[in-house]
Nanobody, 113 residues
Framework: QVQVVESGGGLVQAGGSLRLSCAAS??????MGWHRQAPGKQRQLVARIVSDSNTYYADSVKGRFTISRDNAKNTVYLQMNSLKPEDTAVYYC?????????WGQGTQVTVSS
Protein backbone atom coordinates (compact mmCIF):
# COMPACT_ATOMS: atom_id res chain seq x y z
CA GLN A 1 0.00 0.00 0.00
CA VAL A 2 1.01 3.58 -0.65
CA GLN A 3 0.23 6.17 1.98
CA VAL A 4 0.23 9.85 1.06
CA VAL A 5 0.09 12.52 3.76
CA GLU A 6 -0.01 16.27 3.15
CA SER A 7 0.78 18.97 5.66
CA GLY A 8 1.45 22.69 5.79
CA GLY A 9 -1.91 24.15 4.89
CA GLY A 10 -3.49 26.95 6.83
CA LEU A 11 -4.76 30.49 6.78
CA VAL A 12 -2.59 33.23 5.32
CA GLN A 13 -3.11 36.79 4.21
CA ALA A 14 -2.90 37.76 0.57
CA GLY A 15 0.70 38.24 -0.43
CA GLY A 16 1.92 35.75 2.13
CA SER A 17 3.57 32.38 1.72
CA LEU A 18 3.00 28.77 2.66
CA ARG A 19 5.00 25.62 2.12
CA LEU A 20 3.11 22.39 1.60
CA SER A 21 4.73 19.03 2.20
CA CYS A 22 3.67 15.61 1.03
CA ALA A 23 5.27 12.46 2.37
CA ALA A 24 4.56 9.28 0.46
CA SER A 25 5.55 5.85 1.66
CA UNK A 26 6.02 2.61 -0.22
CA UNK A 27 8.10 3.30 -3.30
CA UNK A 28 10.15 5.66 -5.40
CA UNK A 29 7.65 7.59 -7.46
CA UNK A 30 8.02 8.42 -11.11
CA UNK A 31 5.91 11.54 -10.80
CA MET A 32 4.69 13.66 -7.91
CA GLY A 33 2.33 16.58 -8.10
CA TRP A 34 -0.14 18.91 -6.51
CA HIS A 35 -3.76 19.50 -7.46
CA ARG A 36 -6.30 21.81 -5.93
CA GLN A 37 -10.05 22.07 -5.78
CA ALA A 38 -11.90 25.21 -4.81
CA PRO A 39 -15.56 25.18 -3.74
CA GLY A 40 -17.82 24.76 -6.74
CA LYS A 41 -14.92 24.24 -9.12
CA GLN A 42 -13.25 21.28 -10.76
CA ARG A 43 -10.04 19.87 -9.42
CA GLN A 44 -7.08 21.13 -11.41
CA LEU A 45 -3.41 20.36 -11.71
CA VAL A 46 -1.24 22.99 -10.05
CA ALA A 47 2.28 21.63 -10.41
CA ARG A 48 4.02 18.38 -11.22
CA ILE A 49 7.58 17.15 -10.97
CA VAL A 50 9.46 14.23 -12.43
CA SER A 51 12.94 15.60 -11.79
CA ASP A 52 14.43 18.98 -11.00
CA SER A 53 14.69 19.69 -14.72
CA ASN A 54 11.27 18.29 -15.59
CA THR A 55 8.49 20.28 -13.98
CA TYR A 56 5.14 21.68 -14.94
CA TYR A 57 3.16 24.61 -13.57
CA ALA A 58 -0.31 25.84 -14.31
CA ASP A 59 -0.27 29.29 -15.84
CA SER A 60 -2.14 30.67 -12.86
CA VAL A 61 0.70 29.83 -10.47
CA LYS A 62 3.75 30.05 -12.70
CA GLY A 63 6.31 32.39 -11.20
CA ARG A 64 4.73 32.23 -7.75
CA PHE A 65 4.84 28.53 -6.85
CA THR A 66 7.81 26.19 -6.85
CA ILE A 67 7.63 22.42 -6.71
CA SER A 68 10.54 20.30 -5.50
CA ARG A 69 11.15 16.77 -4.32
CA ASP A 70 13.45 14.92 -1.98
CA ASN A 71 13.73 11.39 -3.30
CA ALA A 72 15.53 10.14 -0.21
CA LYS A 73 12.49 11.08 1.85
CA ASN A 74 9.85 10.36 -0.80
CA THR A 75 8.62 13.86 -0.16
CA VAL A 76 7.38 16.56 -2.50
CA TYR A 77 7.06 20.22 -1.56
CA LEU A 78 5.11 23.13 -2.91
CA GLN A 79 6.45 26.54 -2.00
CA MET A 80 3.67 29.05 -2.51
CA ASN A 81 4.57 32.73 -2.58
CA SER A 82 2.56 35.85 -3.33
CA LEU A 83 -0.63 34.04 -2.46
CA LYS A 84 -3.91 35.36 -3.76
CA PRO A 85 -7.47 34.79 -2.54
CA GLU A 86 -8.13 32.77 -5.69
CA ASP A 87 -5.52 30.28 -4.49
CA THR A 88 -7.92 29.24 -1.73
CA ALA A 89 -8.64 25.55 -2.16
CA VAL A 90 -8.04 22.10 -0.82
CA TYR A 91 -4.65 21.03 -2.08
CA TYR A 92 -4.11 17.37 -2.86
CA CYS A 93 -0.86 15.55 -3.36
CA UNK A 94 -0.75 12.80 -5.98
CA UNK A 95 2.09 10.39 -6.60
CA UNK A 96 2.56 7.93 -9.42
CA UNK A 97 4.23 4.56 -9.49
CA UNK A 98 3.85 1.91 -12.18
CA UNK A 99 1.25 4.08 -13.89
CA UNK A 100 -0.97 4.10 -10.80
CA UNK A 101 -1.90 7.28 -8.96
CA UNK A 102 -2.19 7.57 -5.20
CA TRP A 103 -3.79 10.53 -3.48
CA GLY A 104 -3.53 12.19 -0.13
CA GLN A 105 -6.43 13.40 1.95
CA GLY A 106 -5.86 17.04 1.11
CA THR A 107 -4.88 20.08 3.10
CA GLN A 108 -6.86 23.32 3.25
CA VAL A 109 -5.25 26.54 2.10
CA THR A 110 -7.19 29.71 2.77
CA VAL A 111 -5.95 33.09 1.59
CA SER A 112 -7.72 36.08 3.06
CA SER A 113 -7.96 39.43 1.31
Amino acid sequence: QVQVVESGGGLVQAGGSLRLSCAASGSIFSRMGWHRQAPGKQRQLVARIVSDSNTYYADSVKGRFTISRDNAKNTVYLQMNSLKPEDTAVYYCAVTVLARDYWGQGTQVTVSS
